[in-house]
């Protein structure tokens, strides 16, 4: 079974420049997360679909960060302008339909983001 | 609302010693439970997970967490450490109904000969 694929896996931008990044999650899984993980923290939640719907956008700073799930497919994380706080891995994770709150999410292996 | 915290940001080992991660979480309600690994520029690795029944759990590559409600803790060990076991590990629970997982800050380990 294919994981979850991520690119670019790096990325090295200006300040005020944009960026995106990509995610194809595992093959008929539901729920879509993206977390922002600063070096030395624990990854932080993004943004959650369900489907190509959010469920859950309370940590993600709206003014410069977007995010999008067309068709419940794919996703897509658009950062615009980068500031130098943004240096980070954007890590995307998918968890299948249905079962239980045990279900595991699984993660890809992440975008690495430099603002420089 | 619920949080994890996770003790020691860096745990050092000598190889073939026990290894402990501890953690600690805060919840409302019956918390679901789970330890990440996360190798060198890589994603997170499920290596074990706590829903119901029994307390004590075995994941992957000899570790295992038991699940303690009076003491709101889910500790990973393993009996003997390996130099591949060398890496991040994340405590994490799981949020409201919409399975948001939280995790704690991590703690890194290292193992040396």
């Known amino acids: 079974e294919a994981g979850v694929a991520q690119s670019p896996r790096y990325k090295i931008i200006e300040k005020r420049q944009s960026v995106a990044f990509w995610c194809n999650p595992i093959s008929g899984h539901a729920t879509l997360y993206w977390y922002q993980q600063i070096l030395g923290q624990g990854p932080k939640l993004l943004i959650q679909?369900?489907?190509?719907?959010?469920?859950?956008d309370s940590q993600l700073p709206k003014d410069r960060f977007s995010a999008e799930r067309l068709k419940g497919v794919d996703s897509t994380l658009k950062i615009q302008p980068a500031k130098l706080e943004d240096s980070a891995v954007y890590l995307c994770?998918?968890?299948?339909?249905?079962?239980?709150?045990?279900?595991?999410?699984?993660f890809g292996e992440g975008s690495w983001l430099t603002v420089v | 609302a619920q949080s994890v915290t996770q003790l020691g940001s860096h745990v050092s080992v000598s190889e073939g010693a026990l290894v402990l991660l501890r953690c600690n979480y805060s919840?409302?309600?019956?918390?679901?439970l789970f330890w990440y690994v996360q190798y060198p520029n890589q994603g997170l690795q499920l290596l074990l997970k706590y829903t119901t029944g029994a307390t004590l759990v075995k994941g992957i590559n000899g570790f295992e967490a038991e699940f303690k409600k009076s003491e709101t803790s889910f500790h990973l060990t393993k009996p003997s450490a390996h130099m591949s076991d060398a890496a991040e590990y994340f405590c994490a629970v799981i949020s409201g109904g919409y399975n948001k997982l939280i995790f704690g800050a991590g703690t890194r380990l290292a193992v040396h000969p």
């Open positions: 679909f369900q489907n190509n719907g959010v469920v859950d």
């Open positions: 919840s409302s309600v019956p918390p679901y």
């Open positions: 994770a998918s968890r299948p339909a249905g079962g239980g709150l045990g279900n595991t999410i699984y």
